[in-house]
């Protein structure tokens, strides 16, 4: 009985510490002024790049100048680099995974990213997946600890030792 207690006192208190992230439900990856075709005329609208996280697809959204959406397709052109946004979520998955966070705790250490990875299906980083390279490096910044890839879909660690030749877990 006293094991059983201590179980649930220790579930709740790591519940309690566990860092939850949270991620808006789509991000602008790149916008800019553009011409844009509303109702057969021209005119100075917005383009933007945008990645829906809930549906797992990359969108071109096209707006008129007054900020109406005019056309929404899929962006069949899904590597678009990672938006600033996307990266610092990278990072704080990399940071709140216990197993590479032992890694992290080097005085010093280092994260950088934004590489996005897409693999062919049925790879974790197929279709539907957004998933973005971190590295760890030593303080230096030159000697690469690991190199993480991970899902701001499933807001999931996908790999913690990525390597071209093959994905391997520390």
Known sequence: MRFALCLVVFTLFAQD???????????????????VDVNGTHEMGRIEYVFDYDRGI??????????LLVRES???????RASS???TLAKDLVRSDS???RFLDEEGRVLDGGFILNEKDPA?????????????????????????VVDLV????IYRNYTRNGKVQP
């Open 17 to 35: 510490n566990v860092q939850k992230i949270e991620r808006p439900s789509e991000a602008v990856l790149r916008s800019w002024s553009d011409w």
């Open 58 to 67: 990359p969108l071109e959204r096209q707006y008129s100048e007054s900020g």
């Open 74 to 80: 899929i962006h069949e052109r899904h590597e678009i």
């Open 85 to 87: 946004l996307e990266i």
């Open 99 to 101: 197993e590479l966070a």
């Open 124 to 148: 974790p980083c197929g279709p539907g997946s957004r998933c973005i390279h971190v590295v760890a490096f030593d303080d230096d910044e030159t000697h690469p600890v690991f190199q993480a």
């Open 154 to 157: 499933s807001m999931r660690v």
